[in-house]
Every structure is written in C-alpha cells, then in structure tokens.
C-alpha cells in the first residue's frame, strides 16, 4: 500500500501540458521535478540547476542571475551539509571526551559543535536565497528576448487562405 501512495504521489507531481510559445523560456513539473521548456525542447533541471543555464542561454543578463541561482545552490549545500558533518563529528569526539574526563566543564568539542550547526543553518539560509533567482532569470529572459515575427502575405489583415482566394 505505501509503495502505491508513493507512485501516485510522484505520477501527481507532473504535467503532460508543454508550451509552445517560441523564442520564451517556461517552467514545467516533469518525473517530480522541475524543467524548463525553449522553444518546445526540454531542458530538465539538472544538477545543481545546470538545465536553467542552458534554458536560458544567448542572453547576459539571464545568464547571469542562472548563474548566480547554481551558485547560490552549490555553495549553500555545501556549508549546509559541512555543517552538520562538522556538528555531528564534533559532537562525537565531545562526548567521547565527556567519558573520559569526569568534569563538570562543558567540553569543547560542544562548542564547536553548535558552531558548526549554526554554519549549517546559515548555509541553508543561504540556498533558500537562490529561489528568486531562479524566476530572475526566466522573467529576464523572457522580457529582453524578442519573439520571431510571423510571416504576412500581403497587407494587414488578409490571411494566406484569403490570398489564395483571390488569386483564382
């Protein structure tokens, strides 16, 4: 029963609608996770947001707050997970050294420990910052580029059937 919950959830958690505007920049949900289309190729997230930079990619200024959103993901996962490695071991070590000497002093180890926990939310912080990025790029993206013309025959108003039409 809970593998079934568990697909449903994930089958829940995408779109089979993809659009077609050409010369823009959109965001899908695919497999349960993000994915951009260009120009109707999709592009998935990747790792570390990879796909958003390539989505985007011909335009500086897109091209810099993609960046900045891959920068911002990387970096903070980083410290992140550093810090609770960092908490965790240290934590250890203080407790192993609490065993051994029978003081009432706080170890050291403790210290560090919630030191490095604090790096750890600061990290995570600083991931939860990439977001807006993220939309950054799409709307700069999306504003600055200018979508192909459609072709016309003949003047203002007329379609190609009516053209046709007429030529007969």
């Given amino acids: 029963m809970r593998h079934l919950v568990i697909l449903l959830a994930v089958a829940a958690c995408s779109s089979s609608y993809i659009p077609q505007t050409r010369g823009r920049v959109a965001m899908i949900m695919q497999h349960g996770g993000p994915a ?29 707050a993609a ?26 070590v203080a407790i192993d050294s609490a065993r051994e000497d029978s003081s009432n ?21 600083y991931l939860a910052t990439a977001e807006p990025y993220r939309y950054d790029a799409i709307n700069i993206f999306n504003d600055t580029t200018v979508a192909p013309p459609s072709p016309q025959i003949g003047p203002p108003g007329y379609s190609a059937k009516r053209e046709t039409l007429r030529m007969r």
């Fill in 105 to 125: 002093d706080v170890p050291t180890g403790v210290w560090v420990s919630l030191g490095c926990l604090v790096a750890s939310f600061a990290g995570f912080g």
């Fill in 67 to 92: 960046h900045e959103y891959r920068s911002r993901l990387g970096w903070g996962l980083f410290y992140g997970l550093g810090g609770l490695v960092c908490s965790t071991v240290s934590m250890v």
């Fill in 36 to 64: 951009y289309v260009r120009d109707g190729e999709i592009i998935r997230h990747g790792f570390m947001g990879s796909g958003l930079v390539r989505a985007v990619a011909g335009n500086p200024g897109a091209e810099h």
